[in-house]
């Protein structure tokens, strides 16, 4: 095994305080005897530089780059002259460009796949839930009585097609949203056309020289973002439901210790579903399964990890390895025989850590090349052809191994699954399938209200702690976790995905949980499926008794560890949506400046959401209660809660007597 020089300084990082993964922590152990480096690392030996953390540095041209002054912010301009509220809000309306282009693209292809899918034109992938496309079709105008599938599928990609080309007018998803909700979008000017021209604009105004006032750049970033959240991430995870199937609840494996080391395992990393289902069929065809027996294996082991692994655990079962703090460690086992990824959050430092370890990392979409990994291109067309070779790569490297195997023993589970559909399903029950028990939990206040925590790990925070920490808060005080990303896997490795934490959550939130024998934090897929979150909103308002507009309901949102531009845009689509969404990390901004003054109050002020942040998980929690507590009291539903807790608490006192006696 080829020995890579590493650990810049003698003592190294303290691996029990980079993370609380066990397996992750084991692994970082076994890194650093063998002399491998990983993100951890690099980013204890690499400060963030100082003044691109508060975003107040410009390189839009070549007269600069420019540097202000964070502790002085209004004490110095760039050369061109733009303040510093222009130069943090074109920076911000960047990173909305570039995280929204992410979504919007992935969303493209599953609407690519889906258009030649309903052509002919591939014949690998079908139509997997034809109920499911009905209702979205519906939801969108379309007629669905006595048609044909393939017609309704052939309007609906139509329609689906302006999400993304459109030139004037609203985008498809806008009728789903909350009249109220919508309306607050047309008197500002940000009701998305199609995500192409949006991010264009965004990309022109916010190049040297054009757009020079925060307010008019935010407005635009708030469009962008939306044309993400309501557009190419909801397009991305409907289309992914109508050909792969509607995520329902299953339990899945989590952690290092669903790799076996008597079998081929083979990861999955990165976006894309449609590479995950082909590798499901290569895995399991019968002259390959034969191969790897013939190898020595037992038999072939398909593994996911980051976002490509929840889409796959949230329909099929298949089990995850980790979240993407973990990437790199899960190569330490020596187990991995092969690393197949796609596109976004796949960090290049996997390549070097793959050569150390003899593991084929292999690049299959052409958007994504890496230097030094091999290029297996994923052709729709003959999908299983460049699967299959991965696979036969992959037993190869079984029969070859040379890398000392350890593969940490921990093996958590969690029930995922819980698609908005099956929310609704859940809690309605099978003939009165509703959001109304939610929202009536919910103003009887047992439910005091819901929380997205979403979004990625990061190495300047402790690995799943900030998720874990702010969760548990949460649920103690009764509200409701919806997640993805992630997030969801750090909370599943820490057990609270399963109907069993209910016990860690407060005597309301409890009381429904055990009712309806569901976990008090419902994980939800991937960060596309963000969507689902929305339409869960929206379901909400219009339930009806919390309000006309999402900004109305008690719920709050918050992204503890993130690290990426799409988690920035999708914070700012939940902002323009009316949602309250605090970060953690850092965040790309000087305080006390006129732009901080808008995200942070202004935008609420104008019937939006607003941002928050707070590195602390408690604060946090803090701040997303005290939000809902304001929701609720605007509602008029706050004295309601205090009453019910009472209730239960007299009710228990009662049955504690009458045991007694
Ligand atoms: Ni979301 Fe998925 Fe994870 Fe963050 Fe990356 S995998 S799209 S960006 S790191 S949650
Ligand atoms: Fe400096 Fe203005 Fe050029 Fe930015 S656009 S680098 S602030 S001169």
Redesign the pocket.
């Given at each position: 095994m080829e020995k890579q020089k590493v650990l810049s300084k003698k003592e190294g990082i303290d691996i029990g305080n980079v993370t609380i993964c066990e397996a992750t922590k084991q692994m970082l152990e076994k890194a650093r005897k063998d002399g491998v480096e990983t993100a951890f690392d690099r980013a204890a030996s690499m400060r963030a530089c100082p003044i691109g953390k508060d975003s107040a540095c410009?390189?839009?041209?070549?007269?600069?780059?420019?540097r202000l002054n964070a502790k002085d912010p209004y004490g110095k301009v760039?050369?061109?002259?733009?303040t510093i509220d222009t130069?943090m809000a074109r920076n911000f309306a960047r990173m909305i460009a570039a995280g929204g282009a992410a979504h919007t693209d992935h969303g493209m292809s599953m609407l690519d796949l889906f258009r030649e899918v309903i052509k002919g034109n591939i014949t690998d992938y079908e139509i997997k839930d034809p109920i499911k496309l009905e209702e979205v079709a519906t939801s969108i105008g379309i007629e669905v009585d006595g048609r044909e599938t393939k017609d309704i599928a052939m309007d609906l990609y139509e329609e689906l097609e302006r999400t993304y080309t459109q030139v004037e007018g609203e985008i498809p998803f806008a009728k789903r949203v909350p009249e109220k909700t919508l309306e607050t979008w047309r008197k500002l000017g940000i009701v998305p056309r199609g995500a192409m021209r949006e991010i264009m604009e965004l990309m022109h105004r916010s190049h040297?020289?054009v757009d020079q006032h925060y307010e008019n750049i935010t407005r635009q970033c708030s469009r962008t973002a939306l044309a993400d959240g309501w557009g190419g991430s909801m397009v991305a995870t409907e289309i992914s439901d109508i050909l792969f199937g509607t995520p329902s609840p299953v339990s899945v494996e989590v952690n290092m210790g669903v790799l076996k080391e008597d079998q081929v395992n083979i990861i999955v990393h990165g976006h894309e579903p449609n590479l995950f289902e082909s590798m499901l069929v290569s895995v399991n065809e019968p002259t390959l399964v034969q191969a790897a027996k013939d190898a020595g294996a037992s038999g072939i082991n398909l593994v996911g990890m980051c976002c490509s692994g929840l889409e796959m655990f949230v329909r099929h079962g298949v089990p995850h390895a980790g979240n993407f703090m973990s990437t790199e460690a899960v190569l330490v086992t020596g187990a991995v025989d092969a690393m197949t990824v796609d596109v976004q959050c796949i960090k290049q430092g996997l390549a070097k850590v793959a050569e150390c370890y003899g593991t084929p990392l292999i690049t299959t979409n052409p958007r994504c090349r890496i230097e030094g990994a091999q290029h297996i291109e994923f052709n729709e067309h003959h999908p299983t052809a460049s699967t299959d070779e991965i696979v036969i790569k992959a037993i190869s490297r079984f029969k070859n191994r040379t890398a000392k195997i350890e593969i940490p023993k921990i093996v958590n589970k969690g029930v995922h699954g819980f698609s908005h559909e099956y929310i609704n399903y859940m809690l309605g029950g099978s003939f009165r399938a509703s959001y109304a028990p939610l929202n009536d939990n919910i103003i009887n206040g047992r439910i005091r209200g819901v929380a997205g925590v979403v979004g990625c790990t990061n190495p300047r925070v402790k690995q799943d702690w900030v998720h874990v920490e702010l969760v548990k808060e949460l649920i103690k005080k009764d509200v409701l976790v919806l997640q993805t990303g992630c997030s969801q896997i750090a909370l599943t490795k820490a057990g609270l995905t399963t109907p069993e934490a209910a016990i860690l959550a407060g005597p309301g939130l409890q009381e429904v949980c055990e009712t309806v024998g569901m976990p008090p934090v419902l994980g939800i897929g991937a960060c596309v499926d963000n969507s689902r979150i929305l339409i869960a909103a929206s379901a909400m308002v219009r339930q009806g008794g919390l309000g006309d507009s999402i900004a109305d309901l008690p719920v709050a949102g918050a992204a503890p560890e993130y690290m990426s531009e799409k988690a920035i845009c999708i914070g700012q689509y939940f902002v323009a949506s009316g949602v309250y969404t605090v970060f953690g990390v850092t965040f790309p901004i000087v305080e006390e400046t006129k732009f901080h003054k808008l995200l942070f109050e202004g935008l609420e002020e104008q019937g939006l959401g607003k941002w928050g942040f707070s590195p602390d998980p408690y604060e946090m929690a803090r701040m997303m209660i005290a939000h809902i507590d304001k929701k609720r009291k605007q509602l008029g539903i706050d004295k309601a809660r205090d009453r019910v807790l009472m209730d239960m608490a007299d009710r228990r006192e009662m049955g504690a007597a009458y045991q007694q006696a």
């Open positions: 410009c390189k839009h041209c070549a007269m600069g780059p420019c760039g050369v061109c002259g733009a130069i040297m020289g």
